[in-house]
């Protein structure tokens, strides 16, 4: 179901580029760039952060849509695709995460 969802809401978020800002949110996202979706996703990793230090389930659910909803914004804007990142994660399935960080050559913190 999950990947059923990303796909659709990829769809549309791909008719969007080229689209009228002023008629749809992301088009206008896509009109002003890089620097302003970055910007966007920036604010709702905050915002998650801030509802998972306050406890309420419903609100930290509210806050990820969000954030999960302007990566995919930059995901399209990017040309790629959450395949590709569920790709990515299928592949790091079952690794022990110290390992994938050494096997890509992160210090570990």
Same mark, same amino acid.
């Given at each position: 179901?999950?990947?059923?969802?990303?796909?659709?809401?990829?769809?549309?978020?791909?008719?969007?580029?080229?689209?009228?800002?002023?008629?749809?949110?992301?088009?206008?996202?896509?009109?002003?760039?890089?620097?302003?979706?970055?910007?966007?996703?920036?604010?709702?990793?905050?915002?998650?952060?801030? &509802?998972?230090?306050?406890?309420? @389930?419903? !609100? /930290?659910?509210? =806050?990820?849509?969000?954030?999960?909803?302007? %990566?995919?914004?930059?995901? &399209?804007?990017?040309?790629?695709? @959450?395949? !590709? /990142?569920?790709? =990515?994660?299928?592949?790091?399935?079952?690794? %022990?995460?110290?390992?994938?960080?050494?096997?890509?050559?992160?210090?570990?913190?």
């Amino acid at each position: 179901m999950a990947d059923e969802i990303l796909t659709r809401l990829h769809a549309v978020l791909l008719s969007r580029k080229g689209g009228d800002p002023q008629v749809s949110y992301v088009s206008s996202l896509y009109h002003r760039g890089i620097d302003t979706i970055l910007k966007k996703v920036g604010e709702e990793a905050v915002e998650t952060v801030i &509802a998972g230090k306050g406890g309420q @389930p419903g !609100q /930290v659910i509210h =806050e990820m849509a969000d954030l999960w909803f302007h %990566s995919l914004v930059l995901l &399209a804007y990017l040309d790629l695709t @959450p395949d !590709q /990142v569920l790709a =990515e994660l299928e592949r790091r399935f079952g690794q %022990s995460g110290l390992s994938e960080k050494a096997a890509r050559g992160e210090a570990r913190s």
